[in-house]
């Protein structure tokens, strides 16, 4: 037995250290798009839209302008971050209804065609993941907060191939490489998965994947899938099972947790994705097209994007210091609660930070640029990794693949927004994001009414507590 014991510590730590390296190295390596655009500019792609031009200052000089060859890139990446986005939600159908291993297989195919299935599938790797953190009870929302720190921080490898290309490495040879890494996804979902899901609260002895070493314990995952049919009480818990005591999807969707959140996740998500799309025009345009500069600066933003694998498990220490005890079968209208009233300061810091990484990268400064590097990812990982966290907590986990797929759906739709906005400072305002930005910023301000609306969601809660409490207390002195 002690053998088996230290058999199932060793495989929780193997599942969560390669599932913390897929997530950086595959999940959100979209987002980096601003070292990839770098690439294929010199690669030449969409070159035949820029047009040369003539201007008059002291003298005639000739000049290059590309700002159609931008929009392509603009374009490109707006399809990719919202079809990563929408594809979350039916990935989340996909992971309730038929568990873990059926989700991740359907990756071996997405991962080769091109950047937009790159996007769908590190969008699965990323849901599958985060359920390890149930492995590690106490410190469930820091595995959590760190899984999507590391697929933040996932957006650096567009800038190890850029490196590589400076270093005369074909950039083909790169996706050729990520390509043949899909062998090692089969292998880890085969061998260190769970085939439908691991439950929290955590039963006792809980097994999952092969079983190692001799033991009476039978496969845990073996035993619910017995039970299930034959239609008895089985290990899952009670979570996933007794859903109508704890509301139905459609009640979660009309509730105004949900849909504050979806307003919440929105703003700030355009708002990065737009950040990330024109990156590479607002640098060209800041250095005066210096190559050079625009070089620098794309590499310190790729730099920068290692660093949300540190900054995510800040959010969730912050969620876990006043962790409540784990959900029983009363449901997460009590024991939940202190869980809930953890998430308003995290709720509160995210969009405080991304007020604060909008007003940077509104100011047309090139050094500033540093401090909005850094907000950026730093907002970026309390953003995902807070609304994995909010979902769990204020929601049955039942629900919990369809509703963190939807609400990044919703914000991927709002997202689309980002096209016209390049656009209109494409077309309109002779390229000057200024006013855009402005007006984003102040579109950022709705973001703090979620926070505001759980905060007094909790205190309701915590009235209805105590009234519930009183009234004993007044029949007592009755008697």
Not at 104 to 123: E, M, N
Request: proline share 5%; with cysteine; hydrophobic share 45%.
């Amino acid at each position: 037995m002690v053998c088996f014991e230290k058999c199932l510590s060793v495989r929780r730590w193997l599942t969560f250290v390669t599932g913390l390296v897929e997530c950086l190295c595959f999940a959100g390596i979209v987002f980096g798009w601003a070292s990839l655009v770098f690439v294929l500019k010199m690669e030449g792609y969409f070159s035949s839209f820029c047009q040369n031009i003539t201007e008059f200052v002291s003298y005639f000089v000739s000049l290059t302008d590309c700002g159609e060859q931008d929009g392509q890139f603009s374009l490109i990446f707006t399809v990719t971050s919202v079809l990563l986005n929408l594809s979350t939600f039916p990935t989340g159908l996909v992971f309730d209804w038929f568990g873990t291993t059926v989700a991740r297989l359907s990756l071996s195919v997405l991962l080769f065609p091109a950047l937009c299935l790159i996007g769908v599938g590190g969008g699965l790797f990323l849901i599958t993941n985060m359920q390890v953190g149930n492995l590690f009870g106490a410190r469930r929302s820091t595995v959590i907060t760190l899984y999507n720190g590391a697929f933040d921080s996932s957006a650096a490898l567009f800038l190890v191939i850029k490196l590589l290309h400076e270093v005369h490495v074909s950039f083909h040879i790169s996706f050729h490489f990520l390509s043949a890494c899909s062998v090692i996804h089969l292998l880890r979902t085969l061998f260190l998965m769970p085939w439908n899901f691991i439950p929290y609260p955590l039963p006792e002895h809980y097994t999952y994947g092969l079983i190692c070493g001799n033991s009476n314990t039978p496969n845990s995952e073996q035993t619910d899938r017995n039970n299930e049919a034959q239609n008895t009480v089985n290990e899952t818990p009670p979570d996933r099972t007794d859903t109508e005591s704890q509301g139905s999807f459609r009640e979660c969707l009309l509730s105004r947790c949900f849909i504050f959140h979806v307003l919440w996740l929105s703003v700030m998500m355009l708002r990065h994705n737009l950040f990330i799309g024109t990156l590479n025009p607002m640098l060209q345009r800041l250095t005066g097209e210096e190559h050079s500069l625009v070089s620098h600066y794309t590499t310190v933003f790729g730099i920068t994007q290692l660093c949300g694998l540190l900054f995510a498990p800040w959010n969730g220490l912050i969620m876990d210091r006043h962790k409540g005890k784990p959900p029983t079968a009363q449901g997460p209208g009590s024991s939940s609660d202190p869980d809930l009233r953890a998430m308003v300061l995290s709720l509160f810091l995210t969009a405080l930070q991304c007020l604060l990484f909008s007003v940077c990268a509104t100011i047309p400064i090139l050094p500033l640029q540093y401090m909005t590097f850094i907000l950026q990812v730093l907002n970026s990982s309390f953003i995902y990794g807070g609304h994995a966290a909010f979902i769990s907590v204020a929601f049955p986990v039942c629900h919990f693949g369809k509703l963190f797929g939807l609400v990044i759906a919703l914000a991927g739709l709002f997202s689309l927004l980002q096209y016209p906005c390049f656009i209109l400072v494409d077309d309109v305002l002779d390229g000057d994001p200024l006013y855009v930005n402005i007006a984003l910023t102040l579109l950022i301000l709705f973001a703090f009414i979620h926070p505001f609306s759980v905060y007094l969601h909790c205190r309701s809660l915590a009235s209805q507590e105590a009234h519930r409490c009183l009234i004993p207390v007044c029949e007592l002195k009755s008697s």
